[in-house]
């Protein structure tokens, strides 16, 4: 299901969308709609784009009803308008429309910011499920990666590097001189911020979700003894897979996730992480950002 | 927290620390120290995840030995932070002084210390 979900590249827009947008297929309701449902083709935070059986007016403003499929989202109803509406192809029934969303109130706004990020861990669950497969989800590569992506004195390597690729064979001159070693060049001056991986050999006993006060308890099971764990301003809570009765083994931490980002960006104050926990092989289980956990009343 | 298990704590992730890099290997061997020391899994995984997330502010070595006054738990003390050292098969020069410092300080003889290496040893292929 989750291969439905990728990042989509910037392309020519007709509609003055801002953020990502994301290719995802939800159901939208509204009695102002042709058949009085459409589909989502893509979504962001600022607007999206809807196949419905018939032509939209361009200018009204139909009011949306978004139906998540996955229980990390609530539905939630949304004003947009209208930019632009055309058939599909020969097919009287298929039609495509982009509609900016006009959030009224707040908690509008709120709610398409956190739909957003949700979007957004998804296709970055969609992208470490392929480098999983690839056997390479390991420590070193989340170290390299804020590693490489924050650190401003990185240098590509050298054309003469071992390390260049392409094709080889003498070269018709002489090759220039090495340059000056750059190791002290390349070394980061502070260390990054490193991912945690937490060994565990344990089960999921359950958990205890509450959205309002966005306040998560997960209970772990070793052996006969139930540990719980409190994630506190939980801002994102996903079962990526079945957990039930899967052996936990590991619990993976960071500071800096493209989605803990996104949320300082938002101007949230707490410092949040991102965590995983994963099964044999890496495989993600459940995925929770909030405040760094601690242990509840056991 | 007792002020000497917190010590004997904040000593044990300076060890995991001392080269700025913080192996599989030594995250094991610390998560079975830590449950030896009567933590449970939930505090394990809170004190693992606020402790590895970031280097040590405060990198002083612990006086470990104005913590524990019996020369046992000192001792003690000592050996649990040696598993760590061997728990990757090599010592770095940074823990290496860490525990000669330590060594030191407590007046071990060449006889002890050499009885806390080989228990440590043992321990770490626990």
Redesign the interface.
Known sequence: MLSRFRNKEKKAQLVDRDGERYDVSLRVLSRDLPGYRGVTLDLSRSGVQLETHGHLELGTEPELTFEFDRGELESFTCRAKVVWSRQQGTNERKFHSGLTFLPATDDERRQLSRMSTVLQTRTETDLKTLLEQARRLD?ELERSYPNFASNPTFRPPPENSLLQTGPSGPPSTPPPPPPPPKERQIRPET?P??G?????S?TLEGYTWNRASGTLHIG?R?DQ?V???FFPECQLFQVLEPAADTKIEG?Y???TSPATRKLQLMGEPSAY?HYRFVAEGGKGLIDIVSA?????A? | MANSTHGLVQALFHMVWAD?I?S?EE??AL?SILRQLGF???????L???N????PADRDPVRLEELFPSREDQKRALQLLMTICFSTGSIGPEQMGYIEGLVLRMGLSAQEREGLRRAAMEGSKC
């Open positions: 420590p260390p911020r490193l945690v991986f937490i060994p565990l344990v772990l070793e003894a540990h719980n764990l619990l931490s960071t500071l992480k760094p956990c601690r242990p509840s056991e | 700025d913080v599989p995250v094991t998560t449970s899994l939930a505090e394990v995984v809170c693992l995840d606020k590895l997330s970031e280097p």
